[in-house]
Structures are given as C-alpha cells and as structure tokens.
C-alpha cells in the first residue's frame, strides 16, 4: 500500500521559534495532501488542504501567518509552525490523497509530536 | 450540518467480551463515504474500513464487523472476543464533499480499553 512518513516523529522546541514538519508520500505522486491536529484526548481536526503549486486552503479558525504551508513539489508539502508557544503542542498529522482512487482515499503519516516549551 | 457522533467516550471491557462502538451521522450528500480508524498509543492512525453510501451490507473482517444502515445514520462497529491489544482509540469518520476537493470529518473517538 501507499506509504505517507513525517520527519521528525518529534520535536521539542522553545517559545518563539518556529519549526518545520515534513510530510512525504513514499511511493506515489500526491497533488493534494491534508494537514490535521489533534490535542491530547481530542479527535482529528482538519487545519488545511494542500494542492501542489497553489496556495493551501486553511480551515476557519487555523490563523495562515502562523500554520505556513508549502506543497512544492508531488512528494513534499511542510508545515511551518512560526513562533510557536506552548498552546501549539500538539500531535500532527498529516495525509496524501491517493491520485489513483476516489477522492476520498487518503493514507496517513504516522505523526509528529510537537512540544513547546 | 454535516457531523458524526461517537456518544461513547469510553468503553472497558475485559478479555474475550464483545464490544460494540456506535457512530451517528449526519449530512446531506447523497453519495458519501464513511470510514472507521484505530489510533493505538503509538499514535498512528491504522485504517480499518470505507463504506460507500450506497453499499447497506454489513461486512466482517475477521474479529471485526460493520453494521451499516442508512435508516437510522449509524454504521457501528463491534469487535468479537476482543483482546488486549484491541486497547486503542476508534474514530469514526464522513468523507464531505463540500467542495471541490472534499475532506474528512472525524467523530470525537471512543477509547477501548480491554484488560486481560
């Protein structure tokens, strides 16, 4: 099956610096990757949809200036955290559209755990 | 509103005992998708089933089984003579298709816990 990796699995990190997520579908193309969050105890929620070569679309609430997303190429889209705070822990998540199946077909990456101290 | 509904924020049950987890949902789409996930601790979302809108069996995977019916918006899933390492967070989840590239709603999850 298609496999999706994140890097770094975790990350620790002081207020006020930023730090980089990266999402890459292995072993297929992907034109259209999805981004989620999820507190401790809490369900997924969706933060934004990446395209390649276009601008990402935000889900209402998830502030663009400080979630920067770049979907550059068919294999890679990151996720910017900018001047992180504590509030910003959290478990990332992000997923691939399979460009093969329906729409709704997606795979998962395994996650990144960001801490912000 | 297009939503899905996990009542259940917890289930625990002991070794071999059946647990049923319920999932409601709610949309208007005629055609649309619903999925169930397991989240273990190790985090990582495991698929474990799609269901598409017009296909009403139920179906069995093993010690897993859907119950899907349209009637009531409820696709619930059981797992049979459950096990230790059946210990996980299920999500249930509605493929939306709100707009041109569509996105998945999650349910809130239930935790299963099974002790030996």
């Known amino acids: 099956g298609a496999v999706v990796s994140q890097h770094p699995s975790w990350v620790i990190c002081k207020s006020g610096t930023s730090v980089k997520i990266e999402c890459r579908s292995l072993d297929f193309q992907a034109t259209t990757m999805f981004w989620y969050r999820q507190f401790p105890k809490q369900s997924l929620m969706l933060m934004a949809t990446?395209?390649?070569?276009?601008?990402?679309?935000?889900e209402q609430g998830v502030e663009k200036d400080k979630f920067l997303i770049n979907h550059a190429s068919l294999t890679l889209s990151t996720l910017t955290v900018t001047s992180a705070h504590p509030e910003d822990s959290s478990f990332y998540i992000c997923?691939?559209?399979?460009?093969?199946?329906?729409?709704?077909?997606?795979?998962f990456g395994p996650g990144t755990r960001l801490t912000v101290t | 509103a297009q939503k899905v509904t996990q009542a259940q924020t917890e289930i625990s049950v002991v070794e071999k005992e059946d647990v049923t987890l319920d999932c409601v949902y709610e949309?208007?789409?005629?055609?649309?998708?619903l999925f169930w996930y397991k989240q273990p601790p190790s985090g990582e979302l495991v698929f474990l089933i799609r269901r598409n809108s017009f296909d009403e069996q139920n179906e069995i995977s093993g010690r897993y089984s859907w119950n899907f019916q349209k009637s009531t918006s409820s696709f619930n899933f059981t797992i049979t003579a459950s096990q230790v390492v059946d210990s996980a967070v299920y999500f249930c989840a509605l493929w939306m298709t709100t707009d041109s590239w569509g996105k998945l709603q999650f349910g809130a999850g239930t935790q299963v816990v099974v002790t030996p």
């Open positions: 949309t208007r789409d005629t055609t649309y998708y």
């Open positions: 990446s395209n390649e070569g276009s601008k990402a679309t935000y």
């Open positions: 997923s691939a559209r399979d460009p093969f199946g329906g729409s709704y077909e997606q795979y």
